[in-house]
């Protein structure tokens, strides 16, 4: 019995795109990350105060505390 040959795949993606692809991903990997003021992780993208996901959050909810406690002392 012969073996069949073996079928050399076609590529899908042009080997140049795919290079281009790659170079992109690096290129993000190397940009600067910033971190939150507060605990030092990375910050959260809509951040305009430099706080994570984490800190923002707690910010948030302490601010609705102040709320309803103002309004409840008055």
């Known amino acids: ?3 069949k040959p073996a079928c050399v795949p076609e ?3 042009a080997d140049e795109i795919l290079e281009n692809a790659k170079k ?8 600067r990350v910033a971190r939150c003021v507060v ?7 809509t951040s305009a105060e430099g706080l994570c996901w984490v800190c923002r959050r707690l910010k948030i909810s302490a ?7 103002l309004n409840v002392q008055e």
């Open 63 to 69: 601010w609705r505390e102040g709320d309803i406690q």
């Open 39 to 45: 605990c030092n992780e990375e910050c959260a993208p």
């Open 1 to 3: 019995m012969k073996r």
């Open 24 to 31: 992109s991903v690096e290129a993000d990997k190397l940009k």
């Open 11 to 13: 590529p899908v993606i």
